[in-house]
């Protein structure tokens, strides 16, 4: 009977005098009830957004709040009024039911009431779980009209990946909801959520409509409350309606459900043939009564009524016919569903091995070595290292991989460049990961099962990501106790991996946990997945910068650096720091007076962090100079500076080395070109204007051959000019990206090339770090020094 309805109220009147009095005999054809739940995230992704923790959940009480004052009861089409019940719940890792459906009309304040005192939980992200509770919370409470069922899930849309979803998922979640024809809207926290995630809770794109909850603009939270209230109006469709008399009379007789209509029997009573043919026919009546529209066409022509009433199966096809279909054309129905995602299709078939490949040509006999003896070689080990890992929600699964792979890489780097032994009698390493309360778990060697190294990293690589609240201090009191108390060797390092956000309002073990028990502590603050820098304070805590022999900090951009070469090798060397060298002296002496310039390179393709190294490196080099032996009378003086595409002398020639030393600690790096043939040239000037004419002068000059702008013939005529104004170049060059030409035109003096002598005035590491390891730094002024 919905077709009468949507006829028009006041038309039904004039047709059919009784409506009025049968609506009112129920009140079921006076309301239409809509369910509305509230799915509110109380995480610790969202918790831990801002400061104070609190903001953006007081954020997302204060928007549900505004809505609930927004669901009025207002008439709808048919004279119904559109009524409203509504609950909420909020959730993290555990469920808190806030209130369940209650009746907005009677209910309203108390609702509002229960929301305020919402409290966050602060754990991990189980949305599914979340969603789900809604879903059966509208099924056992609110109305019987399943069509009119909605709620809104308010969330940031975390954790990015499925592997913490104890509930089946996000997926299977929305679509437990189309099932039970319940609609979600998903409702972004703020507008830099995972819109991915949050169009997969949304029933369609028409329920996501970047919904934002706790906008800096007021308007743009009402804006969305708004939209979803009048989307629901327009969508939520009329209950059944019931008609008891009319339908008692349809059924009885046709005869009796005509007289209930004064006016159309009074019609009919003219036409005696078709209101007995009629009569005969109940079905056929019955069917025609569900089309008002065109009862009353084929009313208005009695003859064509009557003739059709000879034909009743032609009378049935026409009753089919698009004469049904006279009114105004109804609106679209909504966009389908999308189906779920299909299976993985099965792994092809391996290909083919190739066919070997054709021997390489025999590589150039390498130059005569140089006549030094070979380094000593360094032992970083025994040691003990233990890894303190953030396991928390807001590190994210992909950078919980990330740090996991970084783990065993430190392992395998230390064994390779640092000659570390790791074993039961020797070097010992563990790994403890974090998260909330009571949420820790240690692996070490010397576990049952775990008695390799290969062992560990499998048990390193088999930890799953826990995804709770970060509580940093209680994690390292743990791994005091059950791990790094165990370490036998003198030298424990431990380095604890964190975006450096704990919760240190709920967590009351103090971070310092670890300070005047004799341990290195290394601090890695990594941004966090939304872009947030690590908590300084809280970092500097946990590594005991006030202990007599404080730990160290990185803070990196994300987790990816953690893996980066550059990064790896700092790391090792701090770790490394106490490592024995033997004591080879290496003495190095002046026969004459000697004025020594160091130009250091600070163009952009060196970086800040390898700019930083060279200067340490010119220190222990200026260090050596001015502390060598010297015959009779003879002084040495240094000058440091650097070069780009502009030439700075950061510290004239001087033999005082606390003066040089202050001045090469202040120099800045310039980030900008190169050219290396004007640094040779503002060297030459300052050689000429230092006086002295019997003195020996040297240049050592840091360069990869490359040089915007230069010619070999302009690089060996500037060369040429360096030799014959008495001048003795080196040159230190870095990795192997170089320009091998150059670098041969550089230490050729300006003539036909001479393997010796470039030999030994031409130094080579793999990279900025190497400057500092070893003795080369040794090797570097017993050459300089050298006539």
């Not at 009557?306 to 698009?322: K, N």
Request: net charge neutral; proline share 5%.
């Amino acid at each position: 009977w919905r077709p009468l309805c949507f006829w028009g109220p006041s038309m039904l009147q004039k047709c059919f005098g009784a409506l009025p009095q049968i609506c009112a005999s129920t009140q079921s054809c006076l309301r239409c009830p809509v369910d509305l739940f509230f799915v509110l995230d109380t995480s610790e992704s969202v918790a831990l957004r801002a400061k104070p923790p609190n903001f953006y959940i007081d954020q997302i009480k204060s928007f549900t709040e505004r809505f609930i004052m927004e669901l009025k009861e207002m008439r709808h089409p048919c004279d119904r009024s559109l009524t409203w019940n509504s609950g909420a719940l909020h959730y993290s890792d555990e469920i808190i039911l806030v209130r369940q459906l209650s009746d907005i009309a009677t209910e309203r304040q108390a609702l509002i009431s229960d929301i305020k005192g919402i409290s966050y939980i602060g754990k991990g992200t189980h949305t599914d779980c979340a969603i789900k509770r809604g879903i059966a919370e509208l099924l056992i409470g609110g109305s019987h009209y399943q069509e009119n069922k909605y709620i809104v899930v308010v969330t940031d849309g975390h954790p990015l990946t499925g592997y913490k979803e104890p509930c089946g998922g996000l997926q299977e979640a929305a679509n437990e909801a189309r099932q039970h024809g319940v609609k979600v809207f998903s409702v972004a926290i703020s507008p830099d959520q995972e819109d991915t995630r949050l169009s997969v809770i949304a029933t369609d794109q028409n329920y996501r409509q970047n919904f934002t909850a706790a906008d800096n603009s007021r308007s743009t939270q009402l804006q969305t409350i708004r939209s979803i209230i009048d989307m629901i109006v327009r969508i939520t469709p009329l209950p059944p309606h019931t008609f008891p008399l009319l339908s008692i009379s349809l059924l009885l007789s046709p005869p009796l459900f005509i007289s209930s209509f004064p006016l159309l029997y009074l019609y009919l009573s003219s036409f005696p043939l078709l209101y007995l043919y009629l009569s005969s026919f109940p079905l056929l009546y019955l069917y025609l009564s569900s089309f008002p529209l065109l009862y009353l066409y084929l009313s208005s022509f009695p003859l064509l009524y009557l003739y059709l009433s000879s034909f009743p199966l032609l009378y049935l096809y026409l009753s089919s016919s698009p004469l049904r279909g006279i009114g105004n054309k109804g609106e679209r129905g909504h966009k389908g569903y999308k189906g779920d995602k299909g299976q993985q299709g099965t792994d092809g078939v391996d290909g083919r091995k190739g066919d070997p490949g054709f021997p390489g040509l025999a590589g150039c006999k390498g130059s005569p070595g140089p006549d030094v003896s070979p380094p000593p070689k360094c032992k970083c080990g025994p040691l003990d290292l233990a890894f303190i890992v953030d396991s928390s929600e807001s590190i994210g699964s992909t950078n919980f991989a990330l740090a996991k792979d970084f783990i065993i890489t430190v392992i395998d780097r230390l064994i390779k460049d640092q000659q570390v032994n790791f074993g039961f009698n020797e070097s010992r390493v563990g790994v403890v990961q974090y998260s909330g309360d009571g949420a820790q778990e240690a692996v070490r060697l010397g576990d049952p099962n775990i008695n390799t190294l290969t062992e560990l990293k499998q048990a390193v690589r088999d930890l799953r990501w826990l995804a709770e609240a970060t509580y940093t201090g209680e994690a390292l009191q743990f791994s005091l106790t059950n791990m790094i108390d165990r370490l036998q060797q003198e030298n424990r390092v431990v380095l604890v991996l964190t975006d450096g956000r704990s919760d240190i309002t709920r967590d009351k073990t103090p971070l310092n946990t670890l300070c005047g028990k004799g341990i290195k502590v290394g601090g890695l603050g990594v941004k966090d997945y939304s872009g947030r820098q690590p908590n300084h304070e809280q970092l500097s805590a946990v590594v005991c910068t006030s202990d007599p022999k404080p730990g160290f900090s990185f803070v990196l951009e994300n987790f990816a650096e953690l893996l980066d070469d550059s990064f790896l090798q700092n790391l090792t060397t701090r770790i490394c720091e106490d490592k024995k060298c033997p004591n080879y002296k290496c003495p190095i002496s002046f026969s004459g007076d000697t004025d020594i310039v160091l130009m250091m390179d600070s163009s952009a393709s060196v970086g800040q962090r390898n700019f930083d190294s060279s200067k340490t490196f010119v220190k222990r080099l200026a260090e050596r100079f001015l502390s060598a032996e010297r015959s009779g009378r003879a002084a040495v003086r240094v000058a440091v500076g650097q070069y780009s595409r502009e030439r700075r002398m950061e510290a004239e020639l001087t033999s005082n080395l606390t003066l040089l030393t202050s001045k090469i600690e202040a120099a800045t790096f310039q980030n900008d070109g190169t050219d290396v043939t004007k640094a040779m040239a503002f060297a030459m000037e300052k050689f000429q204007t230092s006086g002295g004419g019997n003195r020996k002068r040297k240049l050592v000059l840091f360069s990869d051959g490359r040089s915007q702008g230069v010619t070999e013939a302009m690089l060996e005529k500037r060369v040429r000019l360096v030799s014959e104004g008495g001048v003795e170049l080196y040159v230190i060059t870095v990795g192997n990206q170089v320009s091998e030409a150059n670098l041969r035109s550089l230490v050729s003096r300006g003539r036909s090339y001479d393997v010796t002598y470039a030999q030994r005035h031409l130094f080579r590491v793999p990279d900025y770090p190497s400057l500092l390891r070893g003795v080369f730094y040794q090797t570097v002024s017993r050459r300089v020094s050298q006539a």
